[in-house]
């Protein structure tokens, strides 16, 4: 089992930045392509980005493309998101994952085995 522990959320102004980290640990870490998707109040859940284990392939949704840019460290098990040019739409809580698959970077869900607890970002206006 992995536990996925998401941090770096908070409120921030529009255009400016704010950088998520997910940590991973747990006994059954085994290389897989991570995700984070976000979800917004009265809406479903959407993929925001992902990264394959060895980070040559990426995905990015169309909203944060040129914006948003995700990356790991292996050694760390951590995943990284950061925000800039952040837009009123980016509000949501966002949640990391991980894949069923290493080299995937899918924007399907149904791709994704572990999740972190999720965390609140809020950019005003």
């Known amino acids: 089992q992995v536990q996925l522990v998401e941090s770096g959320g908070g409120l921030v102004q529009a255009g400016g930045s704010l950088r998520l980290s997910c940590a991973a640990s747990?006994?059954?870490?085994?290389?897989?392509?991570m995700g984070w998707f976000r979800q917004a109040p009265g809406k479903e859940r959407e993929p925001v980005a992902a990264?394959?284990?060895?980070?040559?392939?990426?995905y990015y949704a169309d909203s944060v493309k040129g914006r948003f840019t995700i990356s790991r460290d292996n050694a760390k098990n951590t995943v990284v998101l950061q925000m800039n040019s952040a837009k009123p739409e980016d509000t949501a809580v966002y949640y990391c994952?991980?894949?069923?698959?290493?080299?995937?970077?899918?924007?399907?869900?149904?791709?994704?085995?572990?999740w972190g607890q999720g965390i609140q970002v809020t950019v005003s206006s």
């Open positions: 994952a991980t894949s069923i698959t290493a080299e995937s970077a899918s924007d399907s869900s149904r791709d994704y085995a572990s």
């Open positions: 990264i394959s284990w060895h980070g040559s392939n990426t």
């Open positions: 747990g006994r059954s870490f085994t290389p897989l392509a």
